[in-house]
């Protein structure tokens, strides 16, 4: 077999063996299940292994398809292009990249202090706009219509679905 992207192939295989690990082995030995909870906490655990165990084998998918595409493909012309290689990969970072790492870096040790010593709610809404704004969303709608959105689905999942509270 000829394969022509081996890490997305290699990556693949790997995820999955660590995905059936993770799911047979590790959570259980690792989470103990009590007969008094209504959702066991093993249930966010088991649905992430199962996530990254369907995308890995999505993946492996992908690498093979790509080799069965080149194969038809060397049947009709003798010469294939792989998209990866017409991407123009620039070595050099801009200094405008950098000032939006450094940002967002400091954004992001600026709501982990808010989250340790303020709050949680005051954390998360400095976390989505200041990201928001660092990335260089200016409309305001969007930006709140996006942190309104995310803030509204982290309470329904953590007051209403799993019962639990934060802070």
Do not use: H
């Amino acid at each position: 077999m000829n394969i022509s992207n081996k890490s997305d192939f290699v990556a693949s295989i790997i995820l999955f063996l660590t995905g059936i690990i993770f799911y047979f082995i590790i959570i259980p030995q690792e989470i103990v299940l009590e007969d008094e909870a209504i959702i066991g906490p093993d249930l966010l655990p088991n649905i992430c292994i199962i996530l990254i165990t369907f995308l890995s084998a999505l993946l492996f998918l992908k690498s093979i398809k790509k080799e069965i595409k080149k194969e038809n493909n060397n049947e009709e012309t003798n010469t294939v292009y792989d998209n990866s290689m017409m991407l123009k990969v620039k070595s050099e970072f801009s200094l405008l990249e950098i000032k939006r790492v450094v940002l967002l870096s400091l954004s992001i040790l600026i709501s982990i202090l808010l989250f340790t010593y303020v709050d949680v709610l005051i954390a998360s809404i400095f976390l989505i706009l200041s990201s928001c704004l660092v990335c260089g969303l200016k409309k305001i709608w969007i930006i709140l219509s996006l942190s309104s959105g995310l803030l509204f689905l982290a309470y329904f999942l953590l007051y209403k679905v799993l019962g639990t509270a934060v802070g």
